[in-house]
Structure formats: structure tokens, C-alpha cells
């Protein structure tokens, strides 16, 4: 039998592992309190997204932290106002070849689209919307969201063809978001205890009403015209076109990759470049577009960019072909940004531009650049390769603080007022914009963390093979999982000795989609989504599961586990460590 990728929690769950973990070790998804964000109430970080606001610019860019209801909670926690939900599309049962993550120098990888059917990507979007406005107003996490966490936005992200987007399917998810009643509905009496207040609660229905069209994997350029109409008209969408770095054309990409910043590893097709959108084409397409959306009430906007199609020369993940994200992207989505500014004068809503057309953005944004990049006027930034990396949702804290002190040294209190204030400074100094400065920056002197030099880092190894029980016991694991699989658990006192180690490490099988990026990070030699207990809730998923595997059965309030057949002789070490000292951090699990 076909082992399904990911069995989402239910909310039931969900919440009682929230409720739980932060009454024993005021954790959410082992995200420590310390990097729950609390805006400072003098300062205000909010943009406007097609005329939505948002009260922070930045959030998880369409991919691994957008698919699990989980994982948009726990970037909402961490600062995250405006998600891009996880691609959406008709084929919803694709086999996705594994590992698919690499992330260790600059980001690569092979993930498709959602891994879950189409009605489960509507309830794990409906369950993390449903559980930010609990969080937001449940009374134990007040102290450390402040009084007032902002609006927030989820954007609808659909690929990749136009009779899929067309497809009953396709269509009843972006209708459902746009109105979710019913499905709330459903999935109020899940809410347990501490929550139960919140079963009468009136939930705003309306979810999303944008959309991010995704243009790799094969759309067409004659189709993403079709596409975007068919959004706008059909479902009265605000529609932004997800642009590939391939508009720059290949002798452009080729020569900033290989000479400018020497990424002699990246191996360049031209017939990716053929295949795709050129950038005379965009610029029309993108000038139809907008009046379009204009002639129909709506906005239409462009994102820079998607991830770069390679050959997969590493051969670290399987498949020909890889994706390519993080660090050079960045260079090459803001020279992409700068081209179709100078060629599109007036029509997009940047500093100094004065049209009407959002910019998004996800291309290597990280700590480092976060405060150059919303200083372009771009929004929302989001981002994908950097969350991937050691400390996971919790970077996101330091992003905003980065953005917070950016707005006070300038002696502004808004973005919006820090923003103008940088673009009159770039021009003073001889630029169009803050966008040109940046874009003579990243490719002059601040070049250096752009380069194959400036990435080369590997993750730290050391000489050990990783066991069960005992480990270096760094937390990379928790950190770099997207779908907050992995988790730790103190040694029970009398254990410790015995197993090695103050912390122990467990993950949840029906969370881990085998992508490979805590074996990445791990610094020990071992995949430790293999070796370390892997608890399964789901019952048909263990009685399948291949090897080393612990059934979690709740009978009451009370839970007991069943070990696989060879695996008996662990089991009592594992009751302990699931029963030791801040508990087992799930109940009310739902089988
Ligand atoms: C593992 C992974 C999966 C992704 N899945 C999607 C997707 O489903 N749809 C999409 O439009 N972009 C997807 N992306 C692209 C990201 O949304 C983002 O545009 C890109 O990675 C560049 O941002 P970054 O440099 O911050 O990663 C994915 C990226 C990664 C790394
Ligand atoms: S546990 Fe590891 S392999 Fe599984 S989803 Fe998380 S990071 Fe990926
Ligand atoms: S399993 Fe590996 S990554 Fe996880 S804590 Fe242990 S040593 Fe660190």
C-alpha cells in the first residue's frame, strides 16, 4: 500500500498539543516563547496587500511552512502576517520523489505542489485560520502577543493549467475560502478543552480573497493571460502572476550566476528558458492584465519570483531536474524587478512609481537583506529557503526586529513613512529608487553574501552515528522541520544516564513527509526521521509501516502504546520518556 505523505492533525489535536505544550513548557510547537513576536506599540509595521492590511510585511512564501495547518499557526506566532498558502492544484494525488528539500548552502528542491488531496488543503487553511483568532485571544498567550496582533492575510496560491484551475476541484477550493462558513462549521465542536468558549465563537468567514497564480511546472505563457481573467471575472479575484527568474533570458542568468557571483555547481538548460515566459511577452501580458483587472474592479499584480528549474547535478535528491531558491535568486528577482520598472514606468505601487499594480517578493530574503528588500517598496516579502534553515519559524523574530529598529533609527514611526523617507535618500544619492540602489548594491559591493563563496558553508558534522536514544542533542531537528514533526522531551531523571542525554528527540510520522531537511541539518551521521521513535497516531498508517514504528492509542484520557513487531524491547524506555516530567505534548488525540 501507498504510504500517504502527511495525515494532518485534526483541530481537536492541534489544539490540545498547543494547550499542552504551553502549560508545561510555555512552548507552541516547541517554538519557545522568546520568539513569539510582540510589536512595539509605538511603531507601526503594517502594509497594504491589493488594499488589505497586514500588520507585518513578511510571512511564508508558498511551500513547505503553508501546507500543515500547524505550520501557519506557528509562523503567525512568530510574526508572520501574510501567508501564501501552499500551491493548490487538480492533481492532487502526485507521488513526490524523496528527499526533496536541500537546503544546506543555498536552497534546492523538488516539491510539486500541496501533497494533500484538494478538501484536505481547505481544512488544514480553515483550521490554521480558525486557530490564530483562538490564539489571538486566548488569555495565557496575551502577554507575549501584546494587545494587539494586527490584521493578518492568507493568499490563495493555485497552479498550473487552466482547465485544472478550471476543475470543479480547483474551483470549490477557492470558493470555499472565499467563504468558509461551512466548513467551520464542521469543525467547531472539535475545539477541545481549554478552548470550548471559542465553539460559539463568530469566526470571520471570508479566508482569502486573493490569488497567487503559480506559473512553473508547465503553465503555458499563452495560458497565464486565460488564467488570470478566468480569476478575475469568474471568481472576483485580485490576482497576482507568480513571474519566473527565467525572464531575465538565459545569456542574463547565465553570465550573473557563472561570472558574477561564481556558481560554477549550477548547471543552466537553455530549453527551460525557451519553454517559458519572455520578458517582452510579460511586459504585455502584464500591461493587458492590469487593465483588465482595472476595467473589472479589481487589482493585478506580479511576484518576484519562483524558483529557478536546474539541472540536478548534486544528485543529493532524485529526479533530473531541482529548483533553486534562496541566496542568487534574490539577485536575480530584483534585477528582474528593476527591468520591468524601467520598462513599465507608473504601474506598480513602489516608491516614486505612483501605480496601482502590488509587487510581492520571495527571493532569498533572510535577516541580512529583510530591511533592503521592504525598503523597495515590495510587499508582502515572504520567504521560503531562509526558514529551512537552523532556528526554523523562529527567525522571523529577528526580521522584524531588524524592520522595527530600521523604522526608529530613521526617526519615523511607520513603514510606510521609513519606506518614502529611503527612496528620497536612494535618489538623492543619484538613484531611480531604493529598488536601483539595492540592485547596484547586491551586484557591487555588497555582493558577498550573494556569492557561491558567501554560501558555502556546509552544516557542522561531528563524528557520531546517530542512535535512537542520546544524541548531540543541538535541536536542529525541531528547528529545520517544517511541519513541526519532530519533538523533544526531557530524559526522565532516572533514564538519563542509561539513554544518553537531557533531551530526547521523537517524531511523528503522520506530520513527516520524508523531505529530508532535518538529515540536512543533523549533525550527526543519520537520517533522524528514521532512527529516532517514530510515533504514529494514524492506525492503518502503522499497521503499513515498514520497521521501526510506536502506535499511540488513546482510550479516555489516557494513552498507551504498541510497539511494531521487533521494536518490544523499547517500549518501556519510550512510556517513560512520554510519560517523564512535562509530559506526552499531545492529547485528545483524534483517531
Ligand atoms: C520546498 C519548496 C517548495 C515550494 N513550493 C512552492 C509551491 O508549491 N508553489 C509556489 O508557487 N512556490 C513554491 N516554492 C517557491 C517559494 O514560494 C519561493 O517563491 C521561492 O522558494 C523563493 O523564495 P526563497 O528564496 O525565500 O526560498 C517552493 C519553494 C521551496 C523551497
Ligand atoms: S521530520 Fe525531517 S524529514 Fe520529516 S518533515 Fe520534518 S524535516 Fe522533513
Ligand atoms: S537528532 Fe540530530 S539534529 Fe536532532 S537533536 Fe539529535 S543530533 Fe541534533
Known sequence: MKQPALTPMSLTAILGRIANEWETRGRIFDLPSARIWQPDPDIDLSVTFAGRPAATPIGPAAGPHTQLAQNIVIAWLGGARIFELKTVQVLDDLDIARPCIDAQTIGYNIEWSQELSVPESIDEYVKAWMIIEILKRWEPLSGHLGTDTGPHIFDMSVGYDLAGIRSPKVASFIETLKDAS????????????????????????????????????????????????????????????????????????????????GYDDISLSQR?????????????????????????????????????????????????????????????????????????????????????????????????????????????????????????????????????????????????????????????????????????????EGIGPYTMEGNAKLPRRVDAKLQMWGCTACNLCVTVCPNGAFMKLPSPSGLADEIGGRWQYLVVVDLCNECGNCMTFCPEEGDPAQIKPKLYLDESRFDNAPGQAFHLVRSGSDVSVTAADGWDDQLGTLVEVLAGDQGLPIRGIDL
Open 182 to 261: 461551512e466548513r467551520i462549521d464542521v469543525l467547531r465542536p472539535q475545539i477541545p478543552e481549554p478552548f470550548t468558549a471559542f465553539q460559539d465563537f463568530e469566526f470571520p468567514t471570508r479566508i482569502a480573497d486573493t490569488v497567487t497564480l503559480s506559473t512553473m511546472h508547465g503553465c503555458p505563457p499563452d495560458e497565464i493571460d486565460s488564467i488570470a481573467r478566468h480569476l478575475t471575472d469568474d471568481h472576483d479575484l485580485d490576482v497576482v502572476v507568480k513571474l519566473n527568474p527565467t525572464l531575465l533570458g538565459f545569456d542574463a542568468v547565465d553570465s550573473l550566476l557563472h561570472e558574477t557571483l
Open 272 to 444: 527551460t528558458f525557451d519553454d517559458d515566459l519572455q520578458f517582452d511577452r510579460a511586459v504585455g501580458l502584464i500591461t493587458d492584465l492590469r487593465s483588465h483587472a482595472d476595467s473589472m474592479g479589481r487589482s493585478f499584480g506580479v511576484k518576484l519570483t519562483n524558483t529557478l528549474e536546474v539541472n540536478n547535478v548534486r544528485g543529493w535528491m532524485p529526479e533530473d531536474r531541482m529548483y533553486m531558491s534562496g541566496a542568487p535568486l534574490h539577485v536575480l528577482a530584483c534585477s528582474i524587478l528593476d527591468r520591468l520598472v524601467t520598462v513599465l514606468p507608473g504601474a506598480f505601487d513602489l516608491p516614486g512609481q505612483g501605480g496601482t499594480s502590488p509587487v510581492t517578493f520571495s527571493a532569498g530574503v533572510t535577516r541580512s537583506n529583510v530591511v533592503d528588500t521592504v525598503a523597495m517598496g515590495v510587499a508582502p516579502v515572504t520567504m521560503s529557503t531562509d526558514l529551512l534553515k537552523t532556528g526554523g519559524y523562529g527567525r522571523l523574530k529577528p526580521m522584524l526586529k531588524a524592520l522595527t529598529a530600521a523604522v526608529v533609527a530613521s526617526g519615523a514611526s511607520t513603514l510606510q513613512e521609513w519606506r518614502d523617507a529611503s527612496y528620497r535618500d536612494a535618489v538623492e544619492a543619484g538613484h531611480r529608487d531604493w529598488l536601483q540602489q539595492h540592485v547596484a548594491n547586491i551586484t557591487g
